[in-house]
């Protein structure tokens, strides 16, 4: 299929967008709807529910790589800092003050 769009004006052509987004739109609305529809057919053959099955993966819980603090602030203890990421203050007045990073280590 060819399509001359030198033809038209430039109103016409902004209308065929539109049409065309909204067209596209309620194509790939209907695909996901039948797909889903044979899930569930899929899902019920085999007497399963679908929403038993999806159960959990629907919004699971991101996991947190949680990192072993490296350096401590030995005036405030409840001060650590992993190492990653940008100093915390006290880490950069403890370096301004001559200390080391092997000072501060846990």
Do not use: C
Not at 4 to 10: G, I, Q
């Amino acid at each position: 299929m060819s399509i001359n769009f030198n033809e038209y004006s430039l109103e016409d052509l902004k209308q065929i967008q539109k049409d065309l987004e909204k067209t596209i739109k309620n194509k790939a609305k209907e695909a996901k709807k039948t797909a889903l529809q044979q899930i569930h057919n899929i899902a019920n053959e085999h007497g399963l529910d679908l929403d038993d099955l999806l159960d959990g993966l629907k919004n699971p819980t991101p996991r947190k790589n949680t990192v072993a603090p490296k350096y401590q602030n030995p005036e405030n203890t409840t001060e650590t800092w992993t190492g990653r990421g940008r100093k915390p203050k006290w880490v950069e007045a403890a370096l301004a003050n001559g200390k080391s990073l092997d000072d501060l280590a846990i």
